[in-house]
């Protein structure tokens, strides 16, 4: 697979707001895991507090301590990380928290992935003047992460390709659709290529634009019309046989 080997896992701890009848504030602290690796050997766990969504005050397992970004954060950093009790807390929540966690993220969500279903279909039909428009679409694949790419004769098309955001389904399923403007070429083969956690490689879907309607109707009607003839021939030998024997 080509995606990148990314997973993050969010988790708010407590969310509290107070309100004044003069005026409003929103106080609230953020906990999160972070990682990028299978192993979860590089876990880092950050507990953020904020006020009216500035961030004033942190922990940051990769430092080891509180940090401050304003005058009431640093106070409270200072006075937070003179207490040892407070500190082996949250230096081991990386190990308590976000790995347990993480573990069960990945077994139960992560893992489970489902792939799409692929559809190519003619959005406008073109000539050897005009372009045509393919889409590629991709429905009710899960997790979100998914790359289309439109290949013309197995080399990745760069130009002339429009691309929609991946749009949930609102059932934790996710749909995208590309399309690729082009020129039509005798013998050329055009595909949509998809790559998703939930196949194996990357897959490769090719266009087979249908034939013109003159070339399925026209053999349909000739066929047609020599059946028609031959009964015709037939009938008209049968009753000049009659005719004869009479």
Same mark, same amino acid.
């Given at each position: 697979? &080509?995606?990148?080997?990314?997973?993050?896992? +969010? +988790?708010?701890?407590?969310?509290?707001?107070?309100? &004044?009848?003069?005026?409003?504030?929103?106080?609230?602290?953020?906990?999160?895991?972070?990682?990028?690796? &299978?192993?979860?050997?590089?876990?880092?766990?950050?507990?953020?507090?904020?006020?009216?969504?500035?961030?004033?005050?942190?922990?940051?397992?990769?430092?080891? $301590?509180?940090?401050?970004?304003?005058?009431?954060?640093?106070?409270?950093?200072?006075?937070?990380?003179?207490?040892?009790?407070?500190?082996? #807390?949250?230096?081991?929540?990386? @190990?308590?928290?976000? $790995?347990?966690?993480?573990?069960?993220?990945?077994?139960? /969500? #992560? @893992?489970? *992935?489902?792939?799409?279903?692929?559809?190519?279909?003619?959005?406008?039909?073109?000539? &050897?003047? #005009?372009?045509?428009?393919?889409?590629?679409?991709?429905?009710?694949?899960?997790?979100? $992460? /998914?790359?289309?790419?439109?290949?013309? @004769?197995?080399?990745?098309?760069?130009?002339?390709?429009?691309?929609?955001?991946?749009?949930?389904?609102? @059932?934790?399923?996710?749909?995208?659709?590309?399309?690729? !403007?082009?020129?039509?070429? *005798?013998?050329?083969?055009?595909?949509?290529?998809?790559? +998703? *956690?939930?196949? !194996?490689?990357?897959?490769?879907?090719?266009?087979?634009?249908?034939?013109?309607?003159?070339?399925?109707?026209?053999?349909?009607?000739?066929?047609?019309?020599?059946?028609?003839?031959?009964?015709?021939?037939?009938?008209?030998?049968?009753?000049?046989?009659?005719?004869?024997?009479?």
């Amino acid at each position: 697979m &080509s995606l990148p080997n990314l997973w993050s896992f +969010h +988790h708010i701890l407590m969310l509290s707001a107070f309100t &004044s009848t003069a005026n409003g504030y929103y106080n609230y602290q953020w906990t999160q895991c972070i990682y990028s690796s &299978s192993d979860f050997s590089d876990m880092v766990f950050l507990d953020g507090y904020y006020f009216n969504k500035y961030l004033y005050l942190q922990f940051n397992s990769t430092v080891g $301590k509180f940090v401050g970004f304003t005058e009431f954060g640093v106070r409270y950093a200072e006075i937070w990380n003179k207490n040892p009790a407070i500190l082996q #807390h949250y230096r081991a929540e990386v @190990d308590r928290f976000c $790995k347990p966690n993480a573990v069960l993220y990945k077994k139960d /969500i #992560h @893992d489970k *992935a489902v792939a799409p279903v692929v559809k190519l279909s003619l959005v406008k039909q073109g000539d &050897s003047r #005009h372009p045509s428009l393919l889409m590629c679409s991709a429905y009710d694949f899960y997790p979100e $992460k /998914i790359k289309v790419s439109w290949l013309r @004769d197995g080399v990745v098309v760069t130009s002339d390709v429009t691309s929609t955001e991946k749009m949930p389904n609102g @059932d934790w399923y996710y749909q995208i659709h590309t399309e690729l !403007e082009y020129i039509p070429k *005798a013998g050329e083969k055009i595909s949509c290529m998809v790559e +998703h *956690a939930g196949f !194996e490689k990357p897959m490769i879907y090719d266009w087979n634009p249908p034939l013109p309607e003159f070339e399925w109707n026209t053999p349909l009607l000739f066929t047609a019309g020599v059946a028609a003839l031959m009964l015709g021939i037939i009938i008209a030998a049968a009753g000049f046989i009659y005719y004869k024997s009479k």
